[in-house]
C-alpha cells in the first residue's frame, strides 16, 4: 500500500539522527559498581565499564550513549586488543551531544575493519528518586522504625546509559561481567548467580560480589539490585535445575510464598510450550517498594511493584492473586519472547509485549483453569482495544519510532492488549497447534539474536502451510500486515437479502470521531468471516469459512444460501476476529429476540460482541440506540460475569455523559431497577465462601454488582455497605466482617456517604499496612468522598513524597477524577499544578497521560476544549513529549461533544421509552 511505504521512507531518514552509527558493535562488557548504602546520606556512585567492541567499517570515531553521568574524559582509553599487545590508541577527543544522549569518543587514526577493540570508561553518578536508571529506594523497618534504602535499576527502554555509558539500543547485543561493590550488611543481586566474594582491599568493611558472565543480551535487560533484603528459594520442579528465589524486605517475606508456587511452574510451562529450556541457570524475582512500572522482566532478574509480586492470603483479595499470577506469567513469558529472541527495533514493541500478554493468559488458564481466565481475558483485552483503537489518534501496532523518547508512549493498550488479540485471533483462525510450532520454530531460528515481525510472519506461514490451516495461495504476511501495518479495526456490515437468502459483507474502519475528513483514507483488512445461524450453530468453529479479502477491486463478500429469513445470523464465532459487526435493524431485533427467550443458545462470548457492538453502533449512530436498551432487557436472566461486564461498561460511559444532565434521574432510575434484582440473586454482600472460593469468576461478577449497585444508588446496597463497614470501624481490631473482595465497594461507599471521620480512619489503615495490594486499593478508595477539602487535600498530598509513594501519585490523581464531585476538584489541580506534576513524574513523563484520559472523559463541552488547548499550547515544551496522550485526549473531548449533540437530547426519549418496559 502507497501511503504506508511513503511513511516508511520518511521514517528511516529521521530515524538514522537518533541511531547509534554501527561501524563498531559492542561484544563484552565488563561493569564494576561501587554502591554506597550504609553511609549515612550519600547516594553517589562510582563505577568503570569496559566494552570489547568489533569494527565493522573503518572509522576514527566511537559514538555510544550516556546521560547523566560524570565521565572523567582524561582517563577514557582506547585499545587495540586484536592483538595481545594491546596498543593503546592516543589522543582522544571526547565530547557529548546532549540532545541525543550521545557520547563521541573522536581520533585521528582510524580504526581497522575486523580489529577488536577495547573502550574504557571511568564514570561517577547519583542514585536519585527518578525510578529509572540506577536509582534508590526505601522502606521503614517496623521493629526500628528506621528508614532503610536500597538500590535498583529500571533500565527500558532507554534508561541503561542512565547507569553505565554503554550501546544502548536493543539489538546492539553483548555479555554482561557485572562486579557490585557493597557494604558489610547489604546483598547484591544481578542477572547471573553469584560466583564469588572477596574483600575490597582499600575500604574495610566492603566486599565484592562477582557474577557469572552472562548470554548475549540487549542493554535493556541489565538488572542489578543492593539491598538489606531476605528471600525464600523454591523448591526444583522436574529437576530443572533453575535456582528460582523470591526476594522482599524482611517485613513481607511472608506474603512470597505465592509467587514461590506459582513462578517455577509458569516458567516449566513454557519450556515446555516452547520445547526450549529457559537458558539462565537461576531466576530471582524482587519486590521493589517504589517502582514505576508494573514489573520488568530483567534476564534473571526480575523487578516488581510490591503489589504484583507479594500476596497475602489473609488480607489480599482474590483478584489480586489473580492478578499477581497474570504479572509474574507475563514476566517470565518475556525471558523467550524480549529476552532470548529481542525486536530489532522499537517499532516491533509489540512482539514483545503481545506476546508476553497472550501468553501470560494460556499460562494462567493452564496453572489454575478453576478461574476460567482465558475467555475473560481476551474478552477483556478485545473491549479496551475497541475502545482505544477506535480513534484516529491511535496507531498501528507496529509503529514507527523516530525519538527514542517517543518509546514510551507506546507501552500502551495498543502493544500490549491489541498485540495480545491479534495473536489469539491468530491462533483461533490458524489453530493453535500451527501458533506453536511457527512459535517455537522462531524462537529457535533467532535465539539471542533480534528480529521483526516478518520473520515471525515467515515460521507461522510455514507452519500453516504444513498443516494445512491456511490456502496455499495465502500467506500470513499478506493477512497480519494489514492489522499491524494500519491504524485501527473495521466494522463489517452484513446486509441480508432476505427474499433470496444471501448476504452481501462489506467493511470500513470503525471510528468513534463521525465527521468524515476531506481525504480520509479508505482501509481494508484481511478478516476471517465464521458465522453461525439460528439453525445450523457452529460456534466452537473458528476457521474462517470465507476470507474478506483486502486490496483487490471488489472487496466485499456475498455469501449465499445462508438461512431462512425469521432466523437470526450471527457473525465471528468467539468473538476470534478484531472485528465489530453492524447488521440491518431485522437482524439486530432477531438477535435481541433469541437472546430474550433462551440467551444459553449463543455462548458467551458472542453475547459480550453483541451488547458492546450494540452499544457502539448507537454511540456513533450506525443503529438506533433502542437497539442496544432492547437487547439489554435480557440481562435479568444472564448469570454469566462477562456480558454484564461488558454492558455495565457501556452504561458508565454513557453515566459520564448523562451526570449533569437533567435526565440523568431517569438513567439513574433506570440503571437501579436493572442491578437491584441481580444485586439480590447474588446474595448482596454475602459473599457465599466455601462454594465461590476458586471460581474467580463468580467472585468478580459479585464484586461488579456490588459496586455499581451502590454507585447507581440500590438502596439495600448502600445501607448494606454502611452498616458493615460500621460494625468494623467500632470494633477495628476484630475479624473485619467486610469480605475481602468487598471492600473497596463498601468502604468507597461508606465514605462517599460519610465524612472527615471515615476518611482518617482508612487513612490510618493505608498508613499502617504491610500489604501493597490492600495499600493499593485503599488509595483508590480514598478517593471517593465526597469532601472537597479532603479531596484537595489528597491531591495536595500525591506530590508529597512523605505522604504518598512517587509510584502512586497518578492513582491518587485518577481516583479523585474518577468521583463524580471529584472531577472539578481533580481538573483545576491539573490545570493549576500541571508544570509541578510534570516534575514530579520526570523522567517518566508519559504518566501524564493517565492525568488527562482521567479528565477528559469527563470533558464534553466546547469551552471545556478550549480551556485544555490553551493549557497544552501554554506548556508546549512539556506536552510535546507526549504527543500521543495530548492527541487522544483532544480527540477524546471531540468526541465526547459529538456524543451531546448527536444524542444529548434524543436519549432522553429512549430511556423513557424503555424505563417503562
Ligand atoms: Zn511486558
Known sequence: MKQLAILAVTVISLIEAYRLPTNVMPESYRLEIVAPFGEKNNFDFEGKVWIETSCVTPTNNITLHSKGLEIDKTHVRLKDISSKAGKEI????????????????????????????????????????????????????????????????????????????????PAMKATFDISIARKDGYKSISNMPLLSTEP????????????????????????YVVSDFHYK?????????????????????????????????????????FNIGYPLPKQDMIAIPDFSAGAMENWGLITYRESYLLYDPKVSAKVSQHSVASVIAHELAHQWFGNLVTMKWWTDLWLNEGFATYMASVAVDHLFPQWNSLQEEGATDMLSVFSFDALRSSHPVSVPIGDPKEIDE???????????????????????????AGVSNYLREHRYHNAEQDDLW????????????????????????TWTLQTGYPVIHVERDYKNGSVEITQERFLRDTIKLKGDKKPCWWVPLSYSTESHSDFDTTTPKYWLSCGYEESSQTIEEIGPETE?????????????????????????????SDFTKIPTLNRVQLLADAADLGYVGHQKYDVFFDMLGYLKEETEYLPWKAALGKADALKNYLIRNPIYGVFKNYMTSLLSPIYEKLGGLAMANEENFDKLDKIKFQVLIVSRSCRYGVEKCIEDAKTMFNKWKSAPNDTNPVPKDLRSAVYCTALKNGGENEWNFLWNKYQQSNVATERNSLLNVLGCTREIWLLSR?????????????????????????????????????????????????????RITRYLTSITSHMQDVDELHELSYLIDHNKENFSEVKQGVEQALETVKINIQWQQMHGKSIHDVLQKFSKI
Open 410 to 436: 507506546i507501552f500502551d493498550t495498543i502493544s500490549y492488549k491489541k498485540g495480545s488479540s491479534l495473536i489469539r485471533m491468530m491462533s483461533l483462525f490458524l489453530g493453535e497447534e500451527t501458533l506453536r
Open 200 to 223: 575490597m582491599e582499600d575500604k574495610p568493611g566492603w566486599y565484592w560480589d562477582n557474577f557469572d558472565i552472562s548470554v548475549p543480551m540487549s542493554t535493556y535487560l541489565v538488572a
Open 90 to 169: 592516543k589522543d582522544l577527543k571526547i565530547s557529548f551531544n546532549t540532545e541525543h544522549d550521545f557520547l563521541i569518543i573522536a581520533f585521528d587514526q582510524t580504526l581497522t575493519e575486523d580489529h577488536r577493540y577495547e573502550i574504557y570508561i571511568p564514570f561517577k553518578g547519583k542514585l536519585d528518586d527518578s525510578l529509572a536508571g540506577f536509582y534508590r529506594s526505601s522502606y521503614t523497618d517496623a521493629k526500628t522504625k528506621e528508614k532503610k534504602w536500597l538500590g535498583v535499576t529500571q533500565f527500558e527502554a532507554i534508561s541503561a546509559r542512565r547507569a553505565f555509558p554503554c550501546f544502548d539500543e
Open 568 to 596: 437470526w445470523i450471527l457473525f465471528n464465532n468467539k468473538m476470534a476476529g478484531i472485528y465489530k459487526v453492524n447488521y440491518d435493524e431485522k437482524n439486530w431485533l432477531l438477535l435481541s429476540k433469541a437472546l430474550k
Open 233 to 273: 528459594e523454591a523448591e526444583p520442579i522436574d529437576n530443572n535445575n533453575v535456582t528460582f528465589r523470591i526476594w522482599s524486605r524482611q517485613d513481607a517475606i511472608d506474603q512470597v510464598d505465592f509467587a514461590k508456587d506459582v513462578g517455577p511452574k509458569a516458567l516449566r510451562f513454557y519450556e515446555k510450550f
Open 458 to 481: 515467515h515460521s507461522l506461514t510455514v507452519a500453516a502451510h504444513k498443516k494445512n490451516t491456511l490456502p496455499k495461495d495465502l500467506t500470513v504476511k499478506t493477512i497480519m500486515d
Open 794 to 846: 489528597y491531591l495536595e498530598w500525591s506530590l508529597d513524597d512523605t505522604k504518598i509513594r512517587r509510584q502512586d501519585t497518578s492513582t491518587v490523581f485518577g481516583a479523585v477524577a474518577g468521583n463524580d464531585v471529584g472531577y472539578y476538584i481533580a481538573k483545576k489541580f491539573f490545570f493549576d499544578n500541571v508544570n509541578k506534576i510534570f516534575k514530579h513524574l520526570a523522567p517518566n513523563k508519559r
